[in-house]
């Protein structure tokens, strides 16, 4: 007779089995599917034919594609420097002890607690033509009419960049906030002996000490960056600014991809473009990075 009590070989699989279920579900199967389907001419209502490579060469004629892949490549290279350094410059001013810093860490990450779509409304309000910005500037006689944050293709850009970059601060803060935590403290002692202010201690301690995570951020903040949409969708209510000027790469997959007239194949090569785009990034940001430490 079986003792029961004894550990099976299945026990541990059961534990991970529904974690493992949801990744098959929710990522490898609607990869592969999308694969599949960039090599289509499928549609919402179609499960359509092999068609090879059509629908990458009609993205090289396309000026929408041109257009996503450029304001999503700007997003990237204008945002993460912003990601990286601002939440670094907060994490120094908040860490410690005391009543007020927790405070002040509170209110930082409140943004994230507040969800894309919530922080997006907001700003909105703030910054359409009779919103609370053109208001106080009309106000104070700085302006003369209202700033075109809604309607023009590179402040609207601009405005979305900004809500980005508030928007992740709060998060990036807190990763800074436990990389922080690990510089010894004797190392700021010693430069302060040696004459260091507080800003020679930051450049000299803070930022070598923390490298690795500002690596590590500006990896998570590039992925983010180059496939925004929330911020862009709602500040322009769906169209992607004056012509569609102002769509980026994911907008443009949603569609395309989206409704009854969608080209669900065509959507699926922009993705696996995309997808390509991102893994490149990221490699290269791993072999600089080890090119770093190596040296």
């Known amino acids: 007779m079986r003792d029961w009590r004894k550990p099976r070989w299945f026990v ?105 779509v919530a922080g997006g409304l907001i700003w909105t309000n703030l910054l359409e033509p009779y919103g609370l910005v053109n208001s106080v500037l009309q106000w104070l006689e700085v302006i003369g009419g209202p700033i075109p944050f809604m309607t023009d293709r590179w402040l609207l850009l601009i405005s979305a960049m900004i809500v980005t970059v508030w928007m992740g601060m709060g998060y990036y803060m807190v990763i800074y906030l436990a990389a922080l935590a690990s510089i010894d403290p004797s190392l700021y002692d010693a430069a302060a002996v040696d004459g260091a202010g507080p800003v020679r201690q930051f450049l000299s301690v803070t930022v070598p000490g923390v490298r690795n995570t500002m690596a590590l951020i500006a990896m998570f903040s590039s992925v983010a960056a180059f496939r925004v949409f929330s911020e862009v969708y709602i500040l322009t209510g769906g169209t992607g600014g004056p012509g569609g000027s102002a769509t980026t790469m994911t907008m443009l997959i949603q569609r395309e991809g989206t409704g009854l007239q969608a080209q669900t194949g065509y959507a699926g090569a922009i993705s696996l473009v995309m997808f390509v785009v991102l893994a490149a990034l990221l490699v290269l940001q791993l072999v600089v990075q080890n090119r770093q430490e190596d040296n």
């Open 12 to 116: 541990p699989y059961l534990f991970v089995g529904g974690a493992l279920a949801l990744v098959l579900t929710m990522i490898v199967f609607p990869f592969f599917n999308t694969l599949v389907l960039a090599f289509t001419d499928a549609t919402m209502l179609q499960p359509g034919h092999f068609i090879g490579l059509d629908n990458f060469s009609a993205i090289l004629h396309d000026e929408r594609f041109t257009t996503a892949l450029f304001n999503s490549t700007l997003y990237l290279v204008c945002v993460v420097p912003f990601t990286v350094v601002l939440p670094l410059i907060l994490a120094t001013l908040v860490a410690g002890k005391g009543r007020l810093l927790g405070f002040f860490r509170t209110t930082y990450y409140l943004p994230v607690v507040m969800g894309a």
